[in-house]
């Protein structure tokens, strides 16, 4: 049986003010429109609950029983609605967010520390996976709101761009190239490189950037993960190309971090949600903090 709450409110409403125009008032309806509430009731109940004269208003023996169980069920929900609401205005909950590894190192730790900060009774289920992997996340509903690299536009999501991310070398100390205060493209031939493999966004996006321009590398290491492509640099294997985001000098001891030119090659990191769907509170407070820390601005949806 479906509860009619509007029935309810306003039945328990002329119960306590034994009157049909101060219910009618303190509920802002009509007579007419409060009447008819009060007759919905009864008809779903195939009981009367009250009987009204041109005088007063009084409740039926039936009426007087189901009167506390009636007040019960209207302030539960009440408080019920309130808990939303507050939850809601104060962004509390849980989500699930996707992101890219690669922007585990600095950028994401940030963004969860300060949402920790806001919101300290929150629960963020984090799915670190390759951008398509992100991708296909967000649109299949596994995760309200992804941090990707750009690829191809999707009906279904919405994309903000929110930093360019520039390639550099990761140089491991002592090396020759440790001391440059920028390395050219041109400047890499014939170093010991260390490659992400080609199946990651970061390979890809840098293959195709560089055939573009007309330039090839090839490596001599091939790894899975940027950690760990920056520790074969730290153990003195070789050099890596890598997003500048993964790695802030300082990092490890013997690891420097040389900005790469001619070109400057960068790849554009996205906050990705799925439209139409509303986000949870969660996902919504920590979408609006992420756009605050990159000084974007929300969409118009």
């Known amino acids: 049986m479906k509860v009619d709450f509007d029935g309810l409110q306003a039945f328990v409403c002329v119960a306590e003010l034994g009157s049909f125009v101060k219910a009618a008032q303190q509920l802002h309806l009509t007579q007419t429109a409060l009447t008819r509430r009060i007759q919905k009731l009864e008809q779903s109940l195939d ?13 039926t023996a039936t009426g007087r029983d189901f009167l506390p169980q009636a007040r019960h069920l209207v302030l539960d929900a009440q408080r019920t609605l309130e808990r939303v609401r507050d939850k809601a205005r104060a962004g509390l909950g849980h989500f699930t967010l996707a992101c890219v590894p690669s922007l585990t190192t600095h950028v994401l730790p940030q963004l969860i520390k300060a949402y920790a900060q806001s919101h ?11 951008s398509h992997d992100v991708r296909a996340a967000v649109l299949d509903g596994q995760a309200e709101l992804g941090i990707a690299i750009n690829g ?11 930093f360019e991310d520039p390639l550099t070398l990761l140089c491991p100390t002592p090396h020759p190239l440790q001391d440059r205060d920028t390395i050219s493209w041109t400047d890499l031939q014939g170093i010991d490189l260390i490659v992400v493999s080609s199946f990651m966004a ?5 293959d195709y950037q560089l055939a573009q321009r007309g330039i090839r590398l090839s490596g001599h290491y091939e790894v899975q993960h940027h950690a760990t492509a920056i520790n074969l640099v730290a153990a003195g294997v070789g050099c890596a190309i890598l997003p500048a985001s ?3 000098n300082g990092d490890r001891p013997n690891v420097v971090k040389i900005p790469l030119t001619g070109p400057v090659v960068k790849r554009r990191v996205t906050l990705l949600r799925r439209k139409p769907a509303s986000l949870s509170p ?20």
């Open 47 to 59: 009981i009367r609950l009250l009987d009204r004269t041109t005088r007063k208003v009084e409740l």
């Open 120 to 130: 300290p009774g929150n629960t963020l289920r984090l799915h670190d996976a390759s």
């Open 152 to 162: 191809e536009p999707h009906a279904e999501l919405e994309e903000i761009a929110l």
């Open 202 to 206: 970061t390979r890809m996006f840098l």
């Open 246 to 248: 993964t790695f802030e």
């Open 282 to 301: 969660a996902a919504e407070a920590f979408h609006a903090l992420t756009l605050q820390h990159f000084g974007k601005v929300a969409k118009r949806r």
